[in-house]
């Protein structure tokens, strides 16, 4: 489970596993933003879930919100090597200005 | 298409030296951020900004100023630049703060020597 200034966690996993990434968060927030970093670019938005939603998804990508446990999840099927990178969570803190990142988790998914 | 862009790519500079970061954003959006990021961590908030002209401290300010002249740019200014500010520094943008997705630009890698 992610979040804070520890270090960034590491997963890895083989071709064709499902996997899933917990995040938890330690005050209120309206949304819950999955970002996904490849190595030498920005982070790049995957998936936003709102307070009102319990799940969303996209492709093989599915996102989970409990707003009573303050935690999130980001599930990936049938993994591929494309979906190697840093995944990030982030809400929107507690002044809804801005986002407050998590310390992501690095996925490795091998041939 | 919309985007954000940074300049430069990467710098080197000198410790005690004056550095500045520019963002430029064409997604017509209100605020921009400057974010850290640590070998190994998450990104952390230095500034923002929700309108031209007017810029908010963040979680970690401490060493920085930052600047909005126009809707479109944000610059990030190192006045002594020290060796514990090398890191990558990433600008984004979005609509309307925390709530809305984020545009983020492909980072400035700063090494201070």
């Known amino acids: 489970s992610q979040w804070g200034e520890e270090n960034l966690q590491a997963l890895s996993i083989q071709e064709g596993e499902d996997v899933t990434m917990n995040c938890s968060y330690k005050t209120y927030t309206t949304v819950v933003h999955w970002y996904r970093q490849d190595s030498g670019r920005g982070p790049a938005l995957i998936i936003l879930i709102r307070s009102n939603e319990r799940e969303k998804r996209s492709g093989r990508l599915r996102a989970t919100l409990d707003t009573s446990s303050q935690s999130s999840s980001l599930s990936i099927t049938a993994a591929q090597c494309e979906d190697t990178a840093v995944y990030f969570c982030?809400?929107?803190?507690?002044?809804?200005?801005?986002?407050?990142f998590g310390s992501g988790t690095r996925l490795l998914v091998s041939p | 298409e919309a985007a954000v862009t940074q300049s430069p790519r990467s710098k080197v500079a000198v410790t005690g030296g004056k550095v500045t970061l520019s963002c430029h954003q064409t997604n017509n959006h209100d605020y921009m951020y400057w974010y850290r990021q640590d070998t190994g961590h998450g990104l952390r908030l230095i500034h923002y900004?929700?309108?031209?002209?007017?810029?908010e401290k963040g979680d970690i300010p401490d060493g920085y100023k930052a600047s909005r002249p126009s809707q479109e740019n944000f610059s990030l200014i190192l006045e002594l630049a020290s060796l514990s500010q090398t890191a990558v520094y990433f600008c984004?943008?979005?609509?309307?703060?925390?709530?809305?997705?984020?545009?983020f630009g492909s980072g400035t890698r700063l090494l201070v020597i």
């Open positions: 984004a943008s979005s609509a309307a703060g925390g709530g809305s997705d984020y545009t």
């Open positions: 982030a809400t929107d803190g507690t002044g809804g200005y801005k986002v407050v």
């Open positions: 900004s929700y309108v031209a002209d007017s810029t």
